[in-house]
């Protein structure tokens, strides 16, 4: 049996113990209970360099719009490019377009390791490595004689890549532009870029566009476009056009920050009344952006949708 020794006759010593035990166990008690006020979402952070993360929010997009049906769509969804929607662009331009024209440092290629599917995305991932004599490996997917394209809209979901050095696309070019003669349509035949983006300055992209009658008298009209939110690289962005007869607007969810029409051409002929194929693809280094920054490789261009729709 246990005998209880009643408080009131313990020794002082013996009761303040007692007390400083319970007071001990009772503050214990309350540093242990889960704080349940609500917080506010942690703010999209960029990815570790080197890292895929895929993005768990951004803007989106309808599947339909008052007054235009989907004509074409790629969801990125199995487990394979769909070699129906999509050809590649291959090797460093040569002989014809050394450098894509533009000193780009990249051999693209058509191997999985440089585009894949993910989790419903396309991964175009750049690699620096030893490919084809070139220091670097990506990928340029093209529609050419697959999908070909007059107005409408064009939406694509897309999150861009954070390594310093890196230039992302998604453009059109005229149907009969080829890579072994370039100079005979560009820039006369046009090209639309919907969006371009460069690493080293991750709130800003940019959307252009290209004509001209040669080389000679090429000229583009370009308008930058400042995010006030997460960085291009953070989340998902929608880049569209609405491209209709004589005119095209530039837009980044759903906000117009761009256009251009026949009268903004300085005299040249408007060559985008015609029919275009989409690009995309993840370049390194060129002309435009900052020498690569080896650290921050691979790098990665996801896009999470493209969506082509027409006037009814």
Known sequence: MISVYPIKNAHPLFKFAFLLIGFLLLFQCESTVEDTT????????????????????????????????????????????????????????????????????????????????????????????????????????????????IYGRIDVRASMPSGVGTWAGIWMLNTEY?????????????????????????????????YGRDSDTHRFNQQSFVTSGADFNETFYVFSIVWEEDKITWLINDEVYHSITPDETSGEPYPFNDTFYLIMNLSVGGSWPQAPTNALFPAYFIVDYVRVFQEN
Not at 66 to 80: I, P, Q, R, V
Not at 87 to 92: F, H, P
Not at 128 to 142: F, N, P, Q
Request: aromatic content about 12%; hydrophobic content about 30%; charged content about 20%.
């Open 178 to 210: 080829s890579i072994t003669e370039p100079g005979d349509w560009w820039p006369a035949g046009g090209e639309i870029d919907i969006v371009e983006y460069l690493g080293e300055a991750p709130s800003t992209s940019y959307g252009t566009a290209h």
């Open 38 to 149: 609500p917080q506010p979402p942690a703010p999209p952070q960029p990815a570790t360099p080197g890292e895929l993360v895929i993005p768990t929010g951004g803007y989106t997009t309808p599947e339909q719009y008052a007054g235009f049906s989907m004509l074409w769509n790629d969801e990125f969804t199995g487990n394979e490019i769909d070699a129906s929607h999509w050809r590649y662009d291959t090797g460093d331009g040569c002989p014809n377009l050394c450098g894509w024209g533009s000193e780009q440092l990249q051999n693209f290629t058509d191997t999985p390791e440089n585009s894949y599917l993910v989790d419903g995305n396309l991964i175009i991932e750049a690699i620096k490595e030893l490919s084809s004599g070139k220091d670097y490996s990506s990928a340029r997917l093209i529609t050419k004689d697959l999908q070909e394209f």
